[in-house]
């Protein structure tokens, strides 16, 4: 019976030192993401729970300050909407090439920026000159990208997250409350969440600080980083399916997510080339930014 209690007695133990070591390791990871971005006033530690309350009450208070409001499309049955997003901007080139040919083709589109990204003149002045074209609006991709890529460790800590998502609102000075998850095809609109459960509580979050969390229907998949993967043609097919199909996250609207860095090379600068005048020359297809996604109240599904 002793040594029964007594084996016990160090399986506790033994239990205790592990959780100890877990929660000492988490902490260090934290540290290390704040020394390398180190960009963040001392009230905003991603580890300070009453920070993010202090934070979270602030953008409450200031919703309705300076945000636009959203005016959604009317759904038009002759009409294909399709909304072009590209993320993780601002990077050079490709966000400044994207820009231009989007431009010069008179194309609507919404940039999903991330904070970290914005640093130098070159990069805010190409930040400061989308804000200002008609053509286009900026959405928030988060601060620091899921703690740059670390897509665990963020979504098991959602305070930290929308304070994450808070901090980039105020350096992009985001004008509509239009997020999209990092690495997570998530939607959260009229209080409704839909898409992977890792990302439930954030999204939830966002939302209910008055956030709409858009995913994406079809993606322009890259390799190596910036390299496309599928061709003009297999995208301008995957597109046409999903619409005849009603595949889509809402019929009739297609959501289409790319990578600015994708487009960096000449030869996939003439990919994006082509593909945007392959849609355009389509009367069918028309345009728009995704604050004007028909808002509407779907079935909550988790995946």
């Known amino acids: 019976m002793k040594s029964y209690t007594f084996s016990f007695q160090i399986l506790i133990f033994s239990l205790i030192i592990i959780s100890c070591k877990k929660e000492m390791q988490l902490k260090s990871e934290f540290s ?36 636009k409001e959203i005016h959604p499309i009317k759904t038009d049955s002759g009409k294909y909407h399709i909304f072009f997003t590209l993320d993780d901007g601002p990077q050079l080139p490709g966000t400044q090439i994207c820009k231009n040919i989007l431009r010069k083709n ?16 070159e990069r805010q002045n190409l930040i400061d000159s989308i804000q200002a074209d008609s053509l286009f ?13 670390k897509f665990k460790n963020f979504y098991q800590s959602p305070n930290v997250s929308v304070t994450d998502f808070i901090t980039a609102e105020n350096k992009l000075c985001i004008k509509n409350k239009i997020a999209r998850l990092p690495g997570r095809n998530t939607w959260a609109i009229n209080k409704k969440v839909k898409g992977e459960s890792s ?45 005849k199909n009603n595949k889509t996250n809402m019929p009739g609207n297609i959501v289409i997510l790319v ?34 996604y028909p808002l509407y109240t779907f079935q909550e599904k988790i995946n």
């Not at 008179?106 to 003149?121: N, R, S």
């Not at 988060?142 to 703690?147: E, G, I, L, Q, V």
């Not at 322009?220 to 097919?237: A, D, L, V």
């Open 137 to 149: 609006i900026i959405g928030n991709h988060s601060d620091t990208h899921a703690f740059r890529n």
């Open 32 to 67: 290390k993401i704040k020394e390398s971005i180190a960009l963040h006033p001392k009230e905003n530690y991603y580890d300070s729970t009453q920070s993010y309350n202090k934070i979270y009450k602030k953008n409450v208070s200031m919703q309705t300050r300076g945000i």
């Open 259 to 292: 990578h600015d860095r994708m487009f960096s090379k000449p030869q996939y600068t003439d990919s994006l080339k082509k593909f945007i005048t392959i849609l355009k020359e389509n009367n069918q297809y028309t345009f728009e930014t995704i604050d004007k």
């Open 106 to 121: 008179k194309v609507k589109a919404t940039f999903f920026m991330v904070g970290t990204h914005v640093y130098g003149k």
């Open 199 to 243: 990302a439930y509580t954030v999204a939830k979050k966002l939302d209910s600080i008055g956030y709409s969390v858009f995913g994406w229907d079809v993606e322009w998949r890259f390799k190596n980083g910036n390299i496309p993967i599928e061709t003009t043609n297999e995208m301008i097919k995957k597109i046409q399916t999903q619409l």
